[in-house]
């Protein structure tokens, strides 16, 4: 994604067409805005930083569209029209903007879609109205708090795709290695929301090859008491990995105490049976 600011001088004159959001998530009714760009469309985020589905430069991975960002810090002051006149500024042959039903523009979401509309008559604004999924209106909020209280399925079904994170692998304790079952620890430092603690079942993608897994995310209760998201290749062993990204399918059960580590490795093995049920009818 090509970061712009409000004191931007360059010009990106191909651009026709553009779709105005958050973008978090880049979900089902996302989609249906990319769906009304032209052949010189492009995507405008206009993001928070932190917490998020999809991470700022993430959301390439979702479409084939070009993709410009603001830092919403960095606009937030803009009134309607000042954004407006930026935005002219930065794409000098825009001829169309599509927007979501509910979106605001301007410092304190000032103009209304029909507001745009009635004030930016040079363009012709697109608005694109709710989406919703058997009664479900989607929006990245609601895939949150799915997410949030561990139902995958929900959240799964409402982005159009598996939930996945992506992270380093990190020097884990070695107590998987040598008493347990060998993981992966990966680090959340592009911070992707991340479901409700607990054990999952997914699939873990290791450069081009992916693999069924059981990930845990969570304080380490029975160890360490630190907090950690490890990942379990089943039935497959990998001696080196510098990055990973996690597929989350279904929550298999909280987070809990075991009295030792052979009770834990004991729960641990029928966790990874559970999970090879689940994808043997997927």
Do not use: W
């Amino acid at each position: 994604m090509t970061l712009l600011d409000k004191n931007s001088t360059q010009q990106f004159t191909q651009v026709e067409s553009l779709c105005l959001g958050n973008f978090d998530g880049i979900h089902l009714a996302h989609k249906e805005l990319f769906k009304r760009l032209n052949e010189k469309g492009a995507v405008l985020v206009i993001g928070a930083e932190n917490g998020l589905l999809t991470p700022l430069h993430f959301r390439n991975n979702y479409t084939n569209k070009p993709i410009y960002g603001f830092f919403l810090r960095d606009i937030k002051s803009l009134q309607a029209e000042e954004f407006y006149s930026l935005l002219l500024k930065i794409f000098p042959n825009l001829n169309k903007i599509i927007v979501g039903y509910d979106f605001k523009m301007g410092k304190n979401r000032e103009y209304s879609t029909d507001q745009m509309r009635q004030e930016f008559t040079a363009l012709h604004i697109e608005v694109v109205e709710e989406c919703a999924l058997q009664g479900q209106s989607i929006h990245s909020q609601t895939i949150l708090q799915a997410l949030n209280s561990g139902d995958i399925s929900q959240a799964n079904a409402l982005l159009g795709r598996e939930y996945s994170i992506e992270g380093n692998v990190l020097s884990g304790q070695g107590i998987g290695k040598k008493l347990l079952y060998p993981t992966l620890n990966i680090s959340n430092k592009h911070q992707f929301a991340l479901p409700k603690e607990g054990v999952y079942a997914t699939r873990t993608k290791i450069g081009t090859d992916i693999y069924l897994s059981a990930t845990f995310l969570g304080v380490r209760q029975t160890t360490d008491g630190q907090f950690a998201i490890e990942t379990h290749l089943i039935d497959k062993r990998v001696e080196s990995a510098t990055n990973v990204e996690i597929f989350f399918l279904k929550r298999i059960r909280d987070n809990r105490v075991f009295a030792n580590t052979q009770v834990l490795k004991t729960q641990i093995s029928k966790d990874i049976a559970q999970i090879k049920q689940i994808s043997s009818k997927i």
